[in-house]
Nanobody
């Protein structure tokens, strides 16, 4: 079992930056691939970023490439999402998730554990 708790969301202006954190419980955090997803009002939850268990492989949805960076610190059982040059269309509830496996994953059903989400609002 893994419990995930996100933090770091908030209200920012376009062009600002935020860093989301996701703290995981359990001693096997390093064996999970991790992902960030987001859900805007009235829309389906969508993939944002993924990172392999070692941190050596990452990938992003096209709309955030070059602006967002996913990273992890296995010693701290934490995964991060650094978000730069934020846009109003980035407004959503952001969720972290953990997937059992040695790869990195893009689809909701591939993830076994989910956090409760943290709100990110980008508005002037």
């Amino acid at each position: 079992q893994v419990q995930l708790v996100e933090s770091g969301g908030g209200l920012v202006q376009p062009g600002d930056s935020l860093r989301l954190s996701c703290a995981a419980s359990g001693r096997t955090f390093s064996s999970y691939a991790m992902g960030w997803f987001r859900q805007a009002p009235g829309k389906e939850r969508e993939f944002v970023a993924t990172i392999s268990w070692s941190g050596g492989n990452t990938d992003y949805v096209d709309s955030v490439k070059g602006r967002f960076t996913i990273s992890r610190d296995n010693a701290k059982n934490t995964v991060y999402l650094q978000m730069n040059s934020l846009k109003p269309e980035d407004t959503a509830v952001y969720y972290c998730a953990a997937a059992t496996g040695s790869s990195w994953y893009y689809r909701l059903y591939e993830y076994d554990y989910w956090g409760q989400g943290t709100q990110v609002t980008v508005s002037s």
